[in-house]
């Protein structure tokens, strides 16, 4: 079994939709946790960085994480096409140490 | 923001030659640095740790006589893939951790643009 599961897709939702990404783990010891997009044959870009539990807000992104359901969650409102792309979690038990990626879920946000 | 910078982008080359990758930090010092590879529609692998002035930390299953890592500087580290051979086509990608003294209290991984490898 995986550590880190991510939601396959791929996702396909029209432009104004909410979108919902989704990644559950099986290990406690992970306390970071982050959002990346991917878009085609790019490197991974960082959305989004959270510390243990709780909500963070940035523009249009949400990310949330519930450690004790072992679930993190990343929100996208008002979604556009240029949000097109492969999203990866990611999460590590330690502040400066390697993280373990979800397998990615590919998104398509139509006009 | 911090930016990371990998050369080449694109690279063919010939079965059994070798292929150096670069990977940089551009606006920041990099304690770590970390190589992965990616196959198409799948997710990255991490392929080594590297500290700079310190040996590479290889995960497992991956050969460190074939993939050569060295992190010379603060702001550089180089992957060689030696004797190359077409199942060694990928997409390379590094990232470089800002470390804890990156200003925002926590530790980030910045990745580069990534490096598309073809061995014929």
């Known amino acids: 079994q995986k550590e880190v599961e991510q939601d396959p897709g791929p996702l396909s939702v029209p432009e104004g939709a909410i979108v919902s990404l989704n990644c559950t783990y099986s290990?406690?010891?992970?306390?970071?946790f982050m959002w990346y997009r991917q878009y085609s044959r790019k490197g991974p870009e960082l959305l989004m960085y959270?510390?243990?539990?709780g909500n963070k807000e940035d523009g249009r992104f949400t990310a949330q994480v519930d450690k004790s359901s072992k679930y993190i969650s990343l929100f996208i409102r008002d979604s556009q096409p240029s949000d097109s792309a492969t999203y990866l979690c990611?999460?590590?038990?330690?502040?400066?140490?390697?993280?373990?990626f979800g397998d990615g879920t590919t998104l398509t946000v139509k006009p | 923001g911090a930016v990371v910078s990998q050369h080449p982008s694109w690279v063919i080359c010939k079965s059994g030659t070798s292929v150096k990758i670069e990977c940089r930090s551009l606006?920041?010092?990099?304690?770590?640095m970390f190589w992965y590879r990616q196959f198409p529609k799948q997710s990255l692998m991490l392929m080594a740790t590297?500290?700079?002035?310190?040996?590479?930390?290889?995960e497992q299953g991956v050969e460190k006589d074939k993939f050569l890592i060295n992190h010379a500087s603060l702001t550089l580290s180089t992957l060689t893939v030696t004797s190359a051979h077409p199942e060694d086509s990928s997409f390379y990608i590094c990232?470089?951790?800002?470390?804890?003294?990156?200003?925002?209290?926590?530790?980030?991984?910045?990745f580069g643009p990534g490096t598309r490898l073809t061995v014929l």
């Open positions: 990232s470089a951790s800002t470390g804890l003294a990156g200003g925002r209290g926590t530790d980030t991984q910045y």
């Open positions: 290990n406690s010891a992970f306390q970071y």
């Open positions: 959270t510390y243990s539990s």
């Open positions: 990611a999460m590590k038990n330690t502040n400066a140490g390697k993280s373990t």
């Open positions: 606006d920041f010092q990099a304690t770590t």
């Open positions: 590297s500290n700079e002035g310190s040996k590479a930390t290889y």
